[in-house]
T-cell receptor, first 114, second 112 residues
Framework: DSGVTQTPKHLITATGQRVTLRCSPR?????VYWYQQSLDQGLQFLIQ???????AKGNILERFSAQQFPDLHSELNLSSLELGDSALYFC?????????????FGPGTRLTVL | GQSLEQPSEVTAVEGAIVQINCTYQ??????LSWYQQHDGGAPTFLSY????GLEETGRFSSFLSRSDSYGYLLLQELQMKDSASYFC?????????????FGSGTQLTVLP
C-alpha cells in the first residue's frame, strides 16, 4: 500500500459524458501527478500539481482538466468522453516538486467509455 | 522531446539472471528510474540512477551510463513473483519543473 488513494476504482460511462477522478496523496506529499495508461501502453504523463499550483503539463487533452485543493487532494476532470479515453488513470505523489526519483502511485481508476 | 526504447518482452527461468536494457534520447537529463508493475496494479518504484554506475538493492541492480544514454535493470535469482512489466523512466526538465517520461515497458515472464 503506497498511501495514495484513488476513487473510484472502476468507472463505466458513455461517450460524451463527463467524469471526475479523485486522488489523495500520501501524508506529507505536496506534489500530485496524473498519468494515463492505455492497454499495453506505458504511462503517459498528463499533469503535475505542487502545493495547489500547476507545475508541469504533459500530453493532456483540452477536454481534460485538473486541480489540487488546499487539503492537497486532487481531481482530474474528463469531459466529452470518447471511446479512446478508456484507460487506467493513475495518480502519484512525491514529497518535493521534482518529477524525478521516487513517485508513489495509487491503485488507479479504470475508466471504460462505452 | 524524450524517447525511450526497451525490449517489449523477456522470458527467463526461475533462479536465472535477466537484464532489461533501456536507451533514451532526451533534451535535458536528471536521472533514470525503474518501476515494476504487476498486471493491472500500481507501478512501484525500484531504483533511481542520477550518476554513472551500478546501484544495488537486494536482488535488483540498476546501471546508468550517461555518455551512452543507456541504462539497464538486472534481476538476479529470479522468482515467479518477478513476472511483471518493468518500465524505465527518464527524469528531465519541463519548464521550471521536472517530469518523468516512461518507456513502453518490458513484460518479464519467469518460467518454472
Amino acid at each position: 500500500d503506497s498511501g495514495v488513494t484513488q476513487t473510484p476504482k472502476h468507472l463505466i460511462t458513455a461517450t460524451g459524458q463527463r467524469v471526475t477522478l479523485r486522488c489523495s496523496p500520501r501524508s506529507g506529499d505536496l506534489s500530485v501527478y496524473w498519468y494515463q495508461q492505455s492497454l499495453d501502453q506505458g504511462l503517459q504523463f498528463l499533469i503535475q500539481y505542487y502545493n495547489g499550483e500547476e507545475r508541469a503539463k504533459g500530453n493532456i487533452l483540452e477536454r481534460f482538466s485538473a486541480q489540487q485543493f488546499p487539503d492537497l487532494h486532487s481531481e482530474l476532470n474528463l469531459s466529452s468522453l470518447e471511446l479512446g479515453d478508456s484507460a487506467l488513470y493513475f495518480c502519484a505523489s512525491s514529497v518535493g516538486e521534482a518529477g524525478g526519483s521516487e513517485q508513489f502511485f495509487g491503485p488507479g481508476t479504470r475508466l471504460t467509455v462505452l | 522531446g524524450q524517447s525511450l526504447e526497451q525490449p517489449s518482452e523477456v522470458t527467463a527461468v526461475e533462479g536465472a539472471i535477466v537484464q532489461i536494457n533501456c536507451t533514451y534520447q532526451t533534451s535535458g537529463f536528471y536521472g533514470l528510474s525503474w518501476y515494476q508493475q504487476h498486471d493491472g496494479g500500481a507501478p512501484t518504484f525500484l531504483s533511481y540512477n542520477a550518476l554513472d554506475g551500478l546501484e544495488e538493492t537486494g536482488r535488483f541492480s540498476s546501471f546508468l551510463s550517461r555518455s551512452d544514454s543507456y541504462g539497464y535493470l538486472l534481476l538476479q535469482e529470479l522468482q515467479m513473483k518477478d513476472s511483471a512489466s518493468y518500465f524505465c523512466a527518464v527524469s528531465s526538465p519541463r519548464g521550471s519543473a521536472r517530469q518523468l517520461t516512461f518507456g513502453s515497458g518490458t513484460q518479464l515472464t519467469v518460467l518454472p
